[in-house]
C-alpha cells in the first residue's frame, strides 16, 4: 500500500503554450493576426512531453569544451548533446533567429517575439537564436558585408559546424564585447585592432564573456586607431583555416547551463570592420536594442511558465480537505503571479510592436521604443525572480526538486536583469536617454497617457512620477526607483487600455497605490481571484502530450 501513488499531480503535458489571451489579443492588435496559426502550432509542440525532455536532456547534458583534436591540434569547438541541436533546428526553421528581416509584412517582429515567447522548453538555446536575429541590424551599418551575410543569418536551416561561413548554408550571429577589466564599461576594452593593406584588421587581446562561442560569426568591439570599433569575426577563414580565436574555458554558470560562454583570447584574429572606426558603441547599440527586446520576451515568457505550472499543481493537489487552487490564500498567491505575467506580456508585445514600426521608419514609434524598452526590460527582468521564487513556493517541497522543472525556470530567472546591463546601467541609461532624448520622454508620456482618465490610481501615479522627475539634485540615487515607477505606470496604462477589467483594477491597487511592495499573495479581498486565474489554466491542445 505504501507504494500506491496518490494526490500527486500529473505531468504539465499535451497543452498549447501559446494559448494565452493576453498573447494572442496582442499578436492581433499590434498587427501580426496573420500569424497566429504559427504561433499556434509552436505552441502546441512546446507544450509535449517530447519537447519539454529535450530542454531537461541539454541541460542535464551540458555543453563540453574540446581545445584539441586528439593529434594535438588545435580545434576550439563545442561538443553538444543530440537535444541542443535538436532544439536548435526547432527554433531555426520556424524563423525565430531571423525571420522578419525577410518577411515585409507589417508585425513581422511581433509575430517573431510571440513564438519567442511561446517556445520556452529551453532559455539557453535560445542565447544564439536572440544573437542571431539581433545581429542584422548593427550589420547594416556596412552594406557590403550585409549583403553577403544577411541572407544566411535569415535561412531557416541549422547547419551546424566548422566551415567557412559563405560556403555554409545558414549561419548564427554572436556577441563578444565583455573584458576583464571593463564589464558593461566597454569604453574600457584593451583588445587592439590593427588594420591591414587589404582592408581586414588583425584583433590581439582577450574576452571574459563570450557567449555562444560555437556560432559562425561575431561582432566584437576592439580599440582601432581611431577609437573603439565594431568588427565583424568569422571562427573559420574564407580559405577554410581556422580564426586564431582561442576558446580558453566555458564558464561555470548559476543557470542557461545548455548554452556555452567561453573565455575567449585574440590571437591575431581576422576580421571586418563594421561601420566606421570610433563608432563601435553606436553600432554595436543596435544589437543591443534587439537583445533587450528579447531580455523582455524571455522574462515575461519565464513568467507564464512559472505561473502555468503553479496553477497546474494547485488544480490537482489535495490538502487540508481542499484543492489547492480552492483554498482562499493560495488562490490569491496564484492570482498576484498572474496579474503580473499579464502585466508583463501586454508590455512585451506593445515594445514589439513599437520595434516593429520603428523598423518600418516610424519616428514616434522609435521615440517610445527607446525609453519604454530600457525601462521595461529593467523592471521585468527584475521582478522575474522573485516570479519564479513564488511560482516554485506553491508546489511546496515538490517544486525544490529538479524533477519539477521550477529549479532550473528559477535559475534562468537572474540572466535577463544581467545580459545587455545589469539593473543600474539600465537604470542609468534611462536617465541619459530621458536627458538628451527629450522626444522620448515626450512619446513615452503619450503613451502612458493615453490611459489618462481610465483609473484615477493610475493618473495619480502618472502625476508623481513627474513630480519625482523635476527634482535633479539626487536623481542618479533616486534611478532605480523612477524607472520602476516609469515601467509600471505604462504595465498601467496598458492594461487599463487593453487588458482584462479585473487583472487592470487589482495592478493598479497593488502596484501603483495602496501597499506597495510587498510579497505575491498580498492582493486585496475585492478582487475577482477567479476571473484571474481562470485566464491563467493551462488548456490541453488536442496534440500528442503523452509520452512519445
Not at 373 to 402: D, F, M, Q, T
Request: with cysteine; proline share 5%; net charge negative.
Amino acid at each position: 500500500m505504501t507504494h500506491e501513488v496518490v494526490n500527486q499531480v500529473p505531468p504539465l503535458a499535451g497543452h498549447d503554450v501559446s494559448d494565452d489571451a493576453v498573447l494572442l489579443d496582442g499578436l492581433a492588435r499590434e498587427g501580426a493576426g496573420w500569424a497566429e496559426p504559427g504561433v499556434r502550432e509552436l505552441g502546441r509542440l512546446a507544450g509535449t512531453w517530447r519537447a519539454q525532455e529535450l530542454g531537461r536532456l541539454a541541460n542535464e547534458h551540458p555543453p563540453v569544451l574540446r581545445t584539441h583534436d586528439r593529434y594535438g591540434n588545435r580545434i576550439d569547438e563545442v561538443e553538444f548533446h543530440p537535444a541542443w541541436h535538436e532544439l536548435m533546428t526547432v527554433a531555426v526553421t520556424h524563423g525565430l533567429h531571423g525571420s522578419p528581416w525577410t518577411d515585409p509584412r507589417e508585425g513581422a517582429h511581433v509575430a517573431r517575439a510571440a513564438k519567442f515567447y511561446a517556445w520556452r522548453v529551453d532559455a539557453g538555446h535560445g542565447c544564439p537564436i536572440s544573437m542571431t536575429y539581433a545581429a542584422v541590424p548593427a550589420l547594416r551599418r556596412s552594406p557590403e558585408l550585409a549583403a553577403l551575410y544577411e541572407p544566411l543569418l535569415a535561412r531557416r536551416e541549422y547547419d551546424f559546424g566548422l566551415r567557412a561561413p559563405l560556403t555554409k548554408d545558414a549561419l548564427l550571429a554572436g556577441m563578444s564585447m565583455t573584458e576583464k577589466q571593463g564589464g558593461s564599461d566597454v569604453r574600457a576594452n584593451s583588445t587592439q585592432a590593427a588594420p591591414q593593406p587589404d582592408g581586414t584588421y588583425r584583433l590581439t587581446g582577450h574576452k571574459w564573456f563570450t557567449s555562444a562561442p560555437m556560432c559562425d560569426v561575431f561582432l566584437t568591439l576592439a580599440q582601432a586607431p581611431d577609437g573603439l570599433t565594431c568588427f565583424l569575426v568569422p571562427r573559420v577563414l574564407p580559405d577554410g583555416a581556422l580564426n586564431p580565436l582561442r576558446l580558453m574555458r566555458l564558464k561555470d554558470k548559476l543557470g542557461n547551463r545548455s548554452n556555452a560562454s567561453a573565455e575567449v583570447e585574440y590571437e591575431n584574429a581576422v576580421a571586418w570592420r563594421v561601420g566606421d572606426e570610433g563608432r563601435g558603441v553606436r553600432t554595436i547599440i543596435e544589437m543591443v536594442n534587439m537583445t533587450r527586446l528579447d531580455c523582455v520576451i524571455g522574462a515575461a515568457s519565464g513568467m507564464r511558465h512559472g505561473v502555468t505550472a503553479a496553477v497546474h499543481h494547485a488544480a490537482h493537489r489535495g490538502a487540508f480537505g481542499r484543492y489547492l487552487i480552492d483554498q482562499p490564500l493560495m488562490r490569491n498567491v496564484l492570482a498576484d503571479l498572474a496579474i503580473e505575467s499579464e502585466a508583463a506580456t501586454i508590455t512585451m508585445l506593445r515594445l514589439a510592436g513599437a520595434t516593429d514600426r520603428s523598423v518600418r521608419g516610424d519616428e514616434s514609434e522609435t521615440a517610445f521604443k527607446r525609453l519604454g524598452l530600457a525601462a521595461s526590460k529593467y523592471w521585468i527582468c527584475k521582478r522575474w525572480p522573485a516570479h519564479a521564487a513564488e511560482a516554485l513556493e506553491c508546489l511546496g517541497g515538490n517544486g525544490y526538486v529538479e524533477e519539477s522543472g521550477m529549479p532550473r525556470l528559477f535559475r534562468e530567472s537572474p540572466l535577463n536583469s544581467i545580459w545587455e546591463g545589469s539593473g543600474n546601467v539600465a537604470a542609468l541609461d534611462v536617465l541619459r536617454a530621458m536627458a538628451k532624448e527629450p522626444q522620448a520622454v515626450e512619446a513615452l508620456f503619450a503613451e502612458i497617457e493615453a490611459a489618462s482618465g481610465g483609473d484615477a490610481r493610475l493618473d495619480a501615479a502618472v502625476r508623481e512620477v513627474k513630480d519625482a522627475l523635476a527634482g535633479t539634485a539626487t536623481i542618479e540615487v533616486r534611478a532605480r526607483r523612477i524607472v520602476e515607477r516609469l515601467a509600471l505606470t505604462l504595465q498601467g496604462s496598458l492594461l487599463v487600455r487593453h487588458g482584462h477589467p479585473a487583472v487592470a483594477d487589482a495592478f493598479c491597487a497593488t502596484r501603483l497605490a495602496g501597499d506597495q511592495g510587498g510579497a505575491f499573495g498580498t492582493l486585496p479581498a475585492g478582487v475577482d481571484f477567479g476571473a484571474v486565474i481562470e485566464r491563467a489554466i493551462p488548456k490541453p491542445s488536442g496534440g500528442a502530450g503523452g509520452r512519445a
